[in-house]
């Protein structure tokens, strides 16, 4: 018998067979039943071994019993749902024959179609029969779009035509979403023309009612031309369009019926401003007084709000009487004008409370906010009394509860603001003044000039400032003693405020001195040092006062930031001022020619001339510096204006290429006359501690130390009158080296001096052979 393998899966036997034949050996199937068998036979045998003949047979046997019992089930099963059986066999056989007919009905169909391979007449037929399809569908569209059109434009008309602004008011409301967008008044792209023509009649209607119904509302409320005076109708005492005119309440309620609300209520808030706000809050003696008038005839009810001057002075003082005088005139404007509506009232505060909050701003609070700091407790009815005054409104409807309208609370309770704000704009204006009036043109000839005269907070030294930085500083002293002295928020105000008053000083003065700035003047040298003196006060500004600020603002205000701004503008109006004086004497110095050809009297009295000019200048910059920049600066500017005056007029010397003995001479005179002339500019400009100022052996070593081309130019003077041999032995010595002479310099100068001759050509060479 062929050997079988059963596999480690079993298979319950409660589950029922999926099909009645024998399954052929090595199916998947017959496996899992083979399996079932005959571990259901032999419980204790080894899956993995061979079935023997009396198996395979016990295992036939099985099947068979196994089969014989299914049938049997079906059987049954039949016998007992015979009658659902028989239905379903008959719906069955009926679904076969309508099948049946389906498919006869279909033949018959196609059966021209198979006998005609030409299919363009059916074509044409279909796409005829969508066009005539298409063609109904757009003409049923276009029937309602006109019965559309027609439908609004019959409602506009009898909007149009309707006497009752009610009436036409509700059907333009009514109109509003069928022809204007959602999203936008525009059109879309697609739409039809004669709805936008509809839109425009309708625009049209609302502007139309807009403007009528406002007239009606101004007609209504009737104003003095003078102020102070106005009688509110419940309707209109005459058309001015000579059309009947409607009651205030049916004109507001139909303007709220389109969205115009504000629009027709514009122009008489506008006119309560005017002429009822504006001298209830302005004026301190004034009352509020009402007046209702009867019905007479054919004219409406009147009432009267009359603002009429009082013989009492009352003052505001914590400002109730002003907040009672206020709260009188809404309450007539919401029972006469909106008619005890609310909606009505709160458009009538849209539309006036932002400008009474600025009138009571402007005329009360703002001045009511102390001048000193020790009077903010007495602040506290003020506050209390307009807390009550806004709360009273929001309980009128007047003003939204969520305090989003709160402007006078809010004024009052950041009043330490207002305060500081109050004072820092006092101390600016004090500033501005200050610079603004200040007379710089001649600064030094004031009685108080010892004031001026100020100690540098870093340095050792004094110099000159203007009496518009001294008080500057004054009142930036003030601002930040007071900024000790007073709570946080105000601290700040006060400290911005000593910042503001000192760049105030940048931002005018060398604006305003701008002539002078560019020319050489003792005006631009004073504005170097209010630059120079403020720049180290606002160094020390932190060290005197931060430890006394509060504590909240000790590492938020700072000064030292501003320090390098004032530096730097001193420096660079010392380096114009230094600029401005090189170019002058470089001009001056250009008038010498060259310093050639002076033993011709015409050439020799043009570099005199030179020379003077160029000593007149150095000592009007000596007489301008000297008495007002700081001593250390004044040297070490003077140092810088000296150097190239004398290098340049050295180099033009040294640069004669031929020279007569009278010229030598001419030329030595010129710079003795320099020398001795600034003698008084270089004894300013040595440390003498002697009584007598004279330029001895010692001063000039300081000058020449300084100044290394004065030195050169003071041996210029004496190589015009020294000998060959004096002059090879001095280059030998390294003497003229040490001046600044060079080997070519020297070259030069020997052959424009001497002639020619055995003697300069071994002088040249030792000079050449001699190195510096």
Known sequence: PQQIRTGPKVINSSTPPTSSRIPVVGEPAMADDVRELLLST???????????????????????HRSDHLHASALSFAASNREPLASALLRAASSAASSASLQSSLQSALSPLSSSPDLSDLRSLSDRLVAARRELRERQEHLAAASSVASLSARLRAARASANPLDAAAAAAE?????????????????????????????????????????????????????????????????????????????LQALEIIDSLDYGMAKVADLMIKHVFVPAISNISVTVSVEVLEKSGSTYPASVLNI?????LQGYKDGSVLYSRIIDVIKFARKFI??????????????????????????FLSEAVPDEASKLIGFQDVIRSTTEFENTLRGMMFISPDRKDGKLTQFVDDVEVHFAVRKRNEILVKARYILVQYDYKNPLASDDHGDSVVDLLFQPEKCFISKSALQLMKLVHGALK????????????????????LLLYKAIVPVQLEKQLNSISPVAAIIHNDFYHLSQEILGLAFEYRADFP???????????????????????????????????????????????????????????????????????????????????????????????????????????????EETLQLQGLIHLALENLSSLFLSLVENDDDEKFLDHHTWVQL?????????????????????????????????????????????????????????????????????
């Open 175 to 251: 109109l509003k979403p069928l022809l204007v967008n959602p999203e936008g008044s525009g059109s879309g792209g697609d739409e039809p023309v004669v709805f936008g023509l509809l839109r425009g009649e309708w625009e049209q209607l609302v502007d139309e009612l807009q403007v009528g119904l406002s007239k009606n509302v101004e007609e209504c409320v009737e104003f003095a031309p003078d102020g102070g005076k106005v009688a509110v109708r419940a309707g209109p005492s005459g058309s001015s369009s000579g059309t009947p005119g409607v009651e205030l309440r049916v004109a």
């Open 482 to 501: 007071d900024a000790c002295l007073s709570s946080a928020r105000v601290a700040k105000e006060f400290c911005y405020a000593a910042r503001d008053a």
């Open 704 to 772: 020449d130390e300084s100044i290394p081309s004065l030195k050169k130019f003071r041996k210029l003077a004496e190589l015009l009158d020294m000998s060959l041999k004096s002059i090879t032995a001095a280059w030998e010595s390294g003497e003229l080296a040490n001046c600044g002479f060079t080997s070519s310099e020297m070259r030069n100068f020997i052959k424009a001096i001497f002639a020619d001759s055995p003697l300069r050509k071994e002088c040249l060479g030792w000079i050449v052979a001699t190195p510096a």
């Open 308 to 312: 009429v001057p009082s013989e009492e």
């Open 551 to 661: 504590s909240g603002q000790q590492k938020l205000v700072v000064f030292v930031d501003l320090a390098p701004i004032f530096s730097q503008m001193a420096d660079g109006i010392l380096r114009r001022q230094i600029q401005l004086a090189a170019a002058n004497l470089s001009e001056a110095i250009d008038g010498a020619d060259g310093f050639q050809n002076t033993h011709q009297s015409q050439h020799c009295e043009s570099a005199k001339f030179s020379i003077e000019q160029v000593v007149f200048i150095l000592e009007k910059i000596h007489i301008m510096w000297e008495s007002v920049l700081p001593r250390s600066i004044y040297r070490r500017s003077m140092f810088h204006v000296l150097g190239p005056v004398f290098s340049r007029i050295t180099k033009d010397m040294l640069l004669i290429d031929d020279m007569a003995a």
């Open 338 to 363: 909106c008619v005890e509506n609310i909606t009505w009232t709160q458009s009538f505060a849209k539309l006036t409370w932002s400008r009474i909050s600025d009138l009571v701003i402007t005329h």
């Open 42 to 64: 032999t419980a204790d045998a080894d899956p993995s071994t061979p079935l023997s003949a009396p198996d395979l047979r016990l295992l036939i046997d099985h099947l068979r």
